[in-house]
């Protein structure tokens, strides 16, 4: 994935018709599907907002894909718009196809983002597609995109979770991919001015462990989460 659609055109186009089939077959390891975890991810991130008492209004999906995730953002205390972005044109057409109603919309990256318009930025699993180079730009655009106060919630693969290496080694567009720790993405976020309030490690058990689940809210410091989020403020 880059920053600049024009000069580098999105791999994830000739993804844009299989993208779930080709997700499932490194998710079919954790016994779960993208919606458990589409749900799962926007659960915790209400958790920490509401002990924020924070209520975003406007909400920007940073990397949206085909747009199958986005409407669990609108269960979030607040949440009244919603845009999803993202580099692959054919993935966005989908999204718009699919899941575009009045208070979700879409449009491709390299369209004018409005800035100092969003409470809330979430992104999940997309730095990883974006050369290590390129990553401040993207990480200014959000930035830029925020009003002042608002948060950066950015999800990461967790790459110190050997169970996170296998399942993305049998998913074709994470197999190259350049995983980010948690230090390299609270380094990426501090240079961009960001104020880091937390970082919350999730996903310990798959499913047939799914009776220790209870234990993951006493792990959420413990770097060992398939995935993890930083949460960050714009100062």
């Not at 290496?165 to 001015?193: C, E, G, W």
Request: glycine share 6%; aromatic share 10%.
């Amino acid at each position: 994935m880059s920053v600049d659609a024009g000069k580098n055109p999105s791999s994830f186009d000739a993804y844009a018709g299989n993208y779930e089939a080709a997700l499932a077959q490194g998710l079919s390891l954790s016994g779960e599907n993208r919606d458990f975890f589409a749900r799962r991810r926007v659960e915790l991130l209400t958790k920490r907002l509401l002990a924020l008492n924070v209520q975003p209004a406007s909400i920007m999906d940073f990397g949206c894909g085909d747009g199958s995730s986005t409407p669990n953002l609108l269960n979030i205390p607040g949440a009244k718009q919603i845009l999803g972005t993202d580099l692959s044109a054919d993935s966005i057409k989908l999204a718009e196809q699919r899941f575009s109603r009045p208070n979700i919309r879409f449009q491709t990256l390299n369209e004018h983002l409005a800035e100092s318009t969003f409470d809330l930025v979430f992104s999940n699993g997309v730095f990883h597609h974006i050369p290590p180079v390129e990553r401040p730009a993207a990480i200014t655009k959000i930035y830029n995109a925020l009003r002042p106060g608002g948060l950066f919630a950015l999800w990461e693969n967790n790459p110190w979770n050997p169970g996170t290496r296998l399942v993305m080694s049998r998913i074709p567009f994470d197999r190259d991919a350049n995983t980010l720790t948690d230090r390299q993405t609270n380094r990426l976020l501090r240079a961009a001015r960001f104020e880091i309030i937390t970082i919350h490690f999730a996903f310990y058990f798959p499913r047939p462990l799914a009776s220790l689940r209870f234990l993951e809210t006493f792990l959420t410091k413990i770097p060992l989460g398939a995935q993890y989020l930083v949460l960050g403020r714009k100062t």
